[in-house]
């Protein structure tokens, strides 16, 4: 996970006895994991500019699109909390792309989530930057875009 407010990856956040060490970006500590997970290196493909959700997907598509590769389906692996969001993100940039979302759960679930107020201030939170984020992104389009 990229820290907006450190400007860079936070580090590792569980399993560090596994995947412990120091890692320049989220890309690296990713990559790491599919190693030791017996993904070929071949087959993970870069990128590690992105600062934030959407610009992801969208440096995501460049990667894709300089590859070669049509992403007719995508499995989006993301915390729980995020899923909403990244989804959107995703489907708007890749639009003839099936998505999958395999979110982990973090503390709380959709159950409970209303029970200890961190836990509200997280999940409106993740509401408003839906709303907000995306209400920019959508002004910034052309007119002729497809959505």
């Not at 890692?23 to 493909?45: C, D, G």
């Amino acid at each position: 996970r990229y820290s907006t407010v450190l400007g860079h990856f936070a580090g590792v956040q569980d399993l560090a006895e596994q995947y412990g060490g120091n890692y320049e970006t989220e890309w690296e500590f990713l990559r790491t994991v599919l190693q030791k997970n017996s993904v070929p290196e071949k087959a993970i493909l870069r990128e590690d500019q992105a600062t934030y959700t959407y610009e992801n997907a969208l440096r995501s598509r460049e990667v894709t699109d300089a590859a070669g590769i049509e992403v007719k389906k995508a499995i989006l692996c993301c915390r729980n909390l995020h899923a909403r969001r990244c989804i959107l993100y995703y489907q708007l940039v890749y639009p003839e792309t099936e998505f999958f979302v395999c979110p982990s759960d973090i503390e709380f679930t959709r159950e409970n989530w209303h029970t200890k107020g961190e836990w509200i201030d997280q999940v409106l939170g993740e509401m408003e930057r839906c709303g907000g984020q995306f209400h920019k992104i959508l002004r910034e389009l052309p007119a002729d875009s497809e959505f």
